[in-house]
């Protein structure tokens, strides 16, 4: 059985991000394969915790950090949010452990999303690939011969409105003032569980520069020519499709994704990838439903080689 993480600190290139680690055996064994968990908004690396422990008894060495800007890694010194930083970010933490030919990268909502442009590297680092209720960014552009029920026209209007919170913090200084409200406001809607423990989220990112760094990633998102030039390199993957297999699961009672977009990414998904939809769970599958979330995981993943 796996004993409590410990934590490890990586120097990123706009400041400490530190990550919690956790092994069945020395955490940096460097013949064991990385499992690298990237989590999502609002969230912390302690909801990865259920599948953290099955991986690290299955063998892997499974790290999970906080992704830049939320405690208690430090605020990015370049003021980047954007994916490119994200995904440079997730890249030091691998090569700090010392990367194999097998590792895999799983990640959840904005971690998805840097996952899933990750997996689209030429020379992609990673074995295979798990993203959880943000598929490829390509499923959110047009896509032929879906039929009109998978077609965007049909989807995006109720999507629009889910998506109320991204235009939201667009605007200056009100979403600053209001992480108090938003973050418990988004767990009931996307979420199907009321009895998740909100403190290590709070603890990431309730304090005001904490908040202010993880909305700044909508920002950023919608700023992509500030990208600064070291991040550009993989911010220009930003849209590309996967490259290695990819996992891609969502909830059918997600709150914040419509359900009609899982169908949509089997339709950019490389060959030996699959896609599932987890009946009762919501926008956060590894909390909603772990243990079905877990066994999808390790059966697509696969044993330790």
């Known amino acids: 059985m796996t004993t409590e993480p410990e934590v490890i600190e990586v120097e990123g290139a706009a400041g400490t991000l530190r990550a919690l680690c956790w092994s069945s055996s020395e955490v940096r064994d460097r013949d064991r394969p990385i499992a690298l968990l990237l989590h999502g908004f609002p969230d912390a690396p302690e909801t990865w915790v259920p599948t953290a422990q099955r991986l690290a008894d299955d063998g892997w060495r499974v790290v999970a950090p906080y992704l830049r800007g939320y405690a208690p890694s430090d605020l990015a010194s370049d003021g980047s949010y954007h994916v490119g930083a994200l995904m440079d970010d997730a890249l030091r933490v691998v090569d700090e452990l010392g990367p194999t030919d097998h590792d895999v990268v799983i990640g959840h909502d904005w971690g998805a999303i840097i996952a ?61 003032r209001s992480s108090g409200k938003v973050i418990p ?43 600064p030039q070291r991040y550009r390199a993989y911010q220009d993957r930003f849209g590309e499709p996967p490259q290695i297999p990819v996992l891609y699961l969502h909830g059918d009672r ?28 919501g926008h956060f599958l590894q909390v909603d439903s772990p243990e079905e979330t877990i066994e999808k995981i390790t059966g697509f993943i696969g044993p330790v080689d």
């Open 116 to 176: 899933g442009v990750l997996a689209s590297l030429p020379d992609n680092p990673f074995r295979k690939a798990v993203l959880m209720s943000v598929p490829p960014i390509p499923v959110f552009y047009p896509i032929r011969g879906l039929g009109v029920r998978r077609s965007l026209p049909v989807l995006l209007p109720k999507q629009l409105l889910r998506s109320w919170y991204i235009t939201y913090f667009q605007l200056p200084s009100l979403p600053e």
């Open 185 to 227: 406001f988004l767990w009931r809607r996307w979420s199907v569980r009321r009895d998740i423990d909100l403190t290590p989220v709070y603890d990431a990112i309730g304090a005001p520069d904490r908040w202010t760094a993880a909305i700044s990633y909508y920002r950023c998102a919608a700023s992509d020519k500030s990208v």
């Open 254 to 281: 997600d709150g914040a994704l419509g359900v009609g977009f899982a169908d949509r990414a089997r339709a950019v998904l490389p060959p030996g990838s699959a896609a599932h939809v987890i009946e009762g769970a």
